[in-house]
């Protein structure tokens, strides 16, 4: 009979293991999304991957209990699952480089980083519940009662990881240091079961893991402080605030970012304007809405629209729709953000607020809501969400949307898609580009504009500001070959992974 660990020690390392793993899982999608963002692709891997782990885990601690149930080879697992997870934490910014710089699709990449970063350490934990059960059952009669109280043990224990995880670890700890506190733990149940033994394996996870933290550490003061780069895990994404030149102009500039694809906002740090061309579009407000004095903003983060809204229209109003608490402060904190009585903000999904908000309440609609993949919300880009937009808009309201797309071949199927979606409920749709010099087919800011009343009979003006705007309607024929968005089917992922495949980014 082996040497059993004291009373509850081995329930205790089997719960806490079942907690760290969905912790590991979860703060998976925080590590991976700088380099290849946090779409469906990336969850899919790595629930797919770390679940493959896990039973390939729970095959070998089966067939390892039957032959040798020792207590010190539990421990051993679990002291070499937190040398995986040092692995993790000392080469993650190396190998998913290296994986964000392949020429392979998005799936495969995702597929990859799951496999290489989070499949050792997963599988290590898998051995454990199956290894600890043979440690503990005694006898026939009472094999099933200790395999279900200790499996119901580890599900318990997934269960308080999982909401540790979401409500406590990522907005208070960070994805990173979590991960430190994942292998810390892991090493400290390793040594709850059995003493520490120095062995060379032993020793090497010790080593990669103090390198993992340093380095980690010393990165991370180094971005801060040389390159003004700020990393903030919120509750809803990883917010990455970085300084450098722009290329075109020569300006210093401040952004926000929570993809690797582009920026949602950045400012000039000299005088605080807008980067990005495309939100002067927004200005045809007062072109097809002349007169208007309440307007709503889909999508803050930088709240670099709102600002220029507030001073080019002292006498109007807005409402911004931004679903991150955390980056309102951080617009506070980074990007001049003022309160004023013309702004109110509401922090929910701009979908639930367009469902509740009233009919014909605004004059206009604004829509600069990315998440991954260069992407509008697939939520926010359905014939049920544009009924929702044209009902809140008043009888000749219109709607400005920010759309990340190509304009012929592959990389516009998106774009196509949420045409025709418009098209479906909006009287007049029109399409311009921001930098015509762009050839059509590659990937770049394209505004829709959707009128409740006809628009395209207003395309003069004699506002040269405006002109120059108007004169960037795209005015050849523009193909809309696929069919609707609905909440049912809206494939906004799958369209923006094409497009990354074929084109390329460039605000």
């Not at 224990?157 to 994942?182: E, K």
Request: with cysteine; proline share 4%.
């Amino acid at each position: 009979m082996p040497k059993l660990p004291a009373r509850f020690v081995l329930e205790t390392a089997v719960f806490i293991c079942g907690a760290l793993v969905m912790v590991y899982e979860i703060i998976g999608s925080r590590i991976v999304s700088p380099f290849i963002g946090t779409s469906t692709y990336v969850w899919t891997s790595l629930i797919g991957v770390i679940l493959a782990a896990l039973s390939l885990g729970y095959w070998l601690g089966g067939r390892m209990a039957d032959r040798k149930p020792d207590v010190k080879i539990l421990a051993s697992a679990i002291f070499l699952a937190g040398g995986a997870v040092s692995v993790t934490i000392l080469v993650k910014d190396v190998v998913l480089s290296m994986i964000a710089s392949a020429g392979a699709g998005l799936e495969l990449k995702s597929v990859a980083a799951a496999a290489l970063l989070f499949a050792p350490a997963s599988a290590l934990l898998g051995f454990v519940t199956p290894y600890a059960v043979k440690l503990r059952t005694l006898s026939l009669e009472d094999s099933g009662k200790t395999v279900g109280r200790l499996y119901a043990l580890s599900t318990v224990g997934s269960i308080a990881g999982t909401f540790a995880a979401g409500f406590v670890l990522i907005p208070f700890v960070g994805s990173t240091r979590t991960l430190y506190l994942i292998a810390a733990m892991l090493f400290g149940v390793s040594l709850l079961l059995a003493p520490f033994a120095f062995t060379r394996a032993s020793f090497t996870a010790l080593t990669i893991f103090v390198f993992g933290v340093a380095g980690s550490e010393i990165g991370s003061y180094y971005m801060r402080t040389v390159s003004g780069q700020v990393d903030i895990d919120t509750q809803y994404s990883r917010v990455q605030i970085y300084e450098a030149i722009n290329e075109r102009t020569g300006r210093r500039f401040r952004a926000v970012a929570t993809d690797p694809f582009f920026a949602q906002s950045s400012m000039y740090l000299d005088d605080g304007s807008p980067v990005f061309e495309y939100v002067e579009f927004y200005d045809l407000i007062r072109h097809f809405k002349p007169g208007h004095d309440h307007s709503l903003m889909i999508g803050g983060a930088g709240y670099t629209v709102p600002r220029e809204y507030l001073k080019n229209y002292p006498e109007a109003k807005i409402d911004v729709v931004e679903i991150d608490p955390q980056m309102t402060e951080i617009a506070r904190k980074y990007f001049g953000l003022r309160d004023d009585s013309r702004l109110n903000i509401f922090h929910e999904d701009g979908r639930i607020f367009l469902n509740r908000a009233g009919s014909a309440k605004y004059d206009a609609v604004m829509v600069d809501a990315f998440g991954s993949l260069f992407s509008i919300p697939y939520q926010l880009t359905t014939v049920e969400a544009m009924r929702e937009i044209h009902r809140v808009l008043d009888d000749r309201g219109l709607v400005i949307v920010n759309v990340g797309s190509a304009i012929s071949g592959p990389a516009s199927r998106f774009l196509q898609a949420e045409f025709a979606t418009y098209r479906d409920v909006f009287k007049d749709v029109m399409l311009f580009k921001v930098r015509p010099e762009r050839a059509d087919g590659e990937l770049q800011n394209v505004v829709l504009v959707a009128c409740k009343d006809d628009c395209s009979g207003k395309l003069n003006s004699d506002d040269p500001a405006i002109t120059s705007l108007l004169t960037r309607r795209y005015t050849s024929d523009f193909l809309s070959a696929e069919p609707p968005l609905t909440d049912d089917l809206a494939p906004v992922e799958y369209y923006n992974s094409v497009a990354l495949q074929t084109s390329r980014v460039d605000r």
